[in-house]
């Protein structure tokens, strides 16, 4: 009896030294995640200011664009592939690989040419998301305070998981949804224990309040996008509806597994390309980049401002499609640069794209329903997301998080569930298992 209690005493002195670094972790990446958030967007500004210093000259400012974010994406793609090639892309497969024991986490190296090069290329306007390099500097800072407290492999686990969880939350403002992230899309490599997931729950939160309350950071994409849509359907008519969503489920199925086969072709090129080719290459996009800042911005950009133009304005059909088209083209091409930067706010702004379009040509389609392409946009943002990554909860819950529409979830549950299933029955795999493998392959040939 006396052995028993003595365990317990033990027990909770281990457990309540796992939460405070999970505090500690979570302090630190929500400073982090601010200045990460306040930096990106300094340096997108900085585009703002060349019709200032050339007014007048339309064609002298675009090449000043292009020109800067060649620069920017060039400079990024140095820093990577001089100092820490494991900075490039998202980095959550990263992280992934580093609590499976697969993959070391350099952070000394990673940490500030994850930060600096993440400023650079999604400053520059690549079609990239500030979440998956929050994830992995999360990550990195969750790693620091492993080391630098002797943690055992098992707590070291559940460290960096706190910091993976707490960059998701600063990046979407969704503690939530980053949560069920860790557990839904790492379960195969995350220690899940009373202790670590209690550590995971208090690094999100904690970081959360950071960077929203402390430093009043705006999240990445707009909360309750639902001010922006008048015509929502009242709750007794979503069930009206659902049809409509398993079309779109269907849909958006396909278009996930191809966003994953098209996203590993394009970095199945960029490999074969030789250091001097992939920089000209990089430069070429960040010219393009640059130029469509001043021509068209709402085609590049991680997505964040477009989401609130596409609930606010409801562009056309042809408009949408545009959008579409491009911003598909560019996501692939600014992942493959090899530069830091995430694909969950392209795809989640990819989604409110199709589901907008879907629902202008459902309207088109039956002209005595009185469709809500709102509440298409919204189920389609997290459809996407299960489509690609298969993790459908965590696109639910994110989703309705972030813009606060909750009174939703039965329909982006039926399209979340529909687009995962199709995916996965056409053969796709999760995006990041496949990033992951593919360092792996890397790291196997020394690359």
Request: hydrophobic share 50%.
């Amino acid at each position: 009896m006396e052995e028993d209690e003595q365990s317990q005493r033990f027990d909770l002195r281990k457990d309540l030294w796992i939460y405070f670094l999970a505090l500690v972790i979570g302090l630190g990446v929500g400073v982090m995640g601010s200045a990460f958030h306040y930096c990106v967007n300094v340096a997108f500004d900085l585009y703002s200011g060349i019709p200032v210093l050339f007014s007048g000259n339309r064609t002298l400012i675009i090449l000043i664009a292009a020109l800067l974010g060649s620069v920017m994406v060039g400079a990024s793609v140095l820093l990577v592939r001089r100092f820490a090639p494991e900075a490039a892309g998202s980095g959550i497969q990263e992280i992934e690989g580093a609590m499976g024991g697969l993959r070391p986490v350099r952070w000394r190296y990673v940490f500030p040419v994850k930060f600096i090069g993440g400023v650079l290329s999604m400053g520059a306007g690549l079609v990239l998301g500030r979440e998956g390099p929050t994830i992995h500097l999360g990550g990195c800072i969750g790693k620091i305070v492993g080391e630098r407290t002797k943690a055992s492999t098992e707590i070291m686990n559940t460290l960096l998981a706190a910091g993976a969880t707490a960059g998701l939350s600063v990046a979407f403002s969704a503690p939530l949804g980053a949560i069920i992230f860790m557990v839904e899309e790492m379960r195969h490599r995350f220690k899940y224990s009373f202790a670590s997931l209690h550590a995971v729950i208090i690094a999100s939160v904690t970081a959360n309040i950071v960077s929203d309350q402390v430093f009043g950071s705006m999240p990445q994409l707009p909360v309750q996008l639902q001010a922006w849509l008048p015509n929502l359907p009242p709750p007794e008519e979503i069930l009206y509806f659902l049809p409509f969503n398993l079309v779109l489920g269907v849909l958006i199925g396909f278009l996930g597994a191809g966003f994953n086969s098209g996203l590993l072709r394009c970095l199945h090129i960029s490999d074969r390309l030789s250091q001097r080719s992939m920089l000209i290459v990089a430069c070429s996009v960040g010219a393009v980049v640059g130029a469509l800042m001043m021509v068209a911005p709402d085609f590049v950009g991680g997505g964040e401002s477009l989401a609130t133009e596409l609930f606010s304005k409801s562009p056309v059909l042809s408009v949408l499609l545009a959008l579409f088209v491009v911003r598909w083209i560019m996501t692939l091409l600014s992942y493959s640069m090899g530069v830091p930067g995430g694909i969950f706010a392209p795809m989640l702004a990819l989604g409110a794209i199709i589901g907008m379009s879907f629902g202008n040509v459902a309207q088109e389609m039956f002209p005595h329903v009185n469709v809500h392409a709102g509440s298409f946009a919204i189920a389609a943002m997290g459809a996407l997301f299960a489509a690609t990554v298969r993790a459908p909860l965590t696109g639910i819950v994110l989703v309705a998080e972030m813009t606060a529409s909750f009174e939703l979830l039965p329909a982006m549950i039926v399209t979340c569930m529909t687009a995962s299933i199709v995916a996965q029955s056409l053969g796709s795999r999760p995006v990041y298992d496949l990033l992951l493998e593919r360092t792996l392959e890397q790291s196997k040939h020394g690359l």
